[in-house]
């Protein structure tokens, strides 16, 4: 399978075209996002890494009866995807306190919720993903009540399923951000499953891990995925 041409490039990830219609092929860059002197600096080997989880966690989810958008690996930093008409909605769920909900909501960090948050953010960069309701995303026509249901469903059970990966490998899901299109009527995960969108705590530690920290030196950031990386694909 071949590149035939760039469709989309942001900040992590390149989107080509092939010579099949319906499938594209997800490139992975190091993002450039780890503090290194002045200068914001790229996680060596970080696309490889990426890459290489999601096709890991697509594929065990896959096992789980979750639809992905996921074909097959292609080398070091490319994935063979499905073509999906995405809907514009960030999917982020959280199962512990962090972030931005205990600012927001003012709740103590040190509380563990009773139970999982689902919540839903329009993909507008220039309005900065405002949050948005499932009334909002029917009534703009973004996606249908079916549809909505079927996400929530999804989700709550991707959720399950991950919380229990990824504590056997002692590392706590904190929250995660995913997205979903529709391929052929049907709802799939698309996007990536990685430490750039899954936020993971050290379980025997309680401290993050991960996750992209502005503010992190680069030899610690490649330090952190590659402990991400051994623990997942270790057997617990």
């Not at 696309?47 to 966690?57: P, R, V």
């Not at 009534?139 to 009540?145: E, R």
Request: charged residues 30%; hydrophobic residues 40%.
């Amino acid at each position: 399978m071949k590149k035939t041409r760039k469709l989309h490039e942001g900040r992590r990830k390149k989107l080509y075209a092939t010579t099949e219609a319906d499938q594209l092929i997800l490139e992975f860059k190091d993002d450039p996002s780890a503090a290194e002197g002045s200068k914001i600096a790229a996680a060596k080997g970080r696309g490889a890494i990426d890459k290489d989880l999601s096709a890991y966690l697509f594929d065990y989810l896959e096992g789980f009866h979750i639809p992905t958008h996921l074909i097959k690996s292609l080398n070091a930093k490319d994935l063979l995807v499905r073509r999906l008409e995405m809907i514009p909605i960030k999917v982020m769920m959280y199962n512990l306190i962090a972030g931005n909900l205990d600012a927001r909501y003012g709740i103590d960090a040190t509380k563990e919720l009773n139970c999982p948050v689902m919540e839903f953010y329009l993909k507008d960069e220039k309005r900065n993903d405002p949050m948005i309701n499932q009334s909002h995303i029917i009534a703009f026509n973004l996606a249908t009540a079916d549809e909505m249901h079927m996400i929530e469903r999804l989700t709550s059970k991707i959720n399950a399923i991950l919380k229990s990966f990824f504590l056997r490998r002692k590392l706590l899901l904190v929250h995660f951000t995913i997205e979903y299109g529709r391929f052929k009527n049907k709802i799939m995960l698309g996007d990536e499953l990685s430490p750039a969108t899954c936020y993971l705590w050290d379980a025997m530690k309680a401290t993050q891990i991960g996750k992209d920290r502005s503010q992190q030196k680069l030899s610690e950031l490649e330090l952190d995925y590659e402990e991400i990386k051994n623990r997942i694909f270790s057997k617990p």
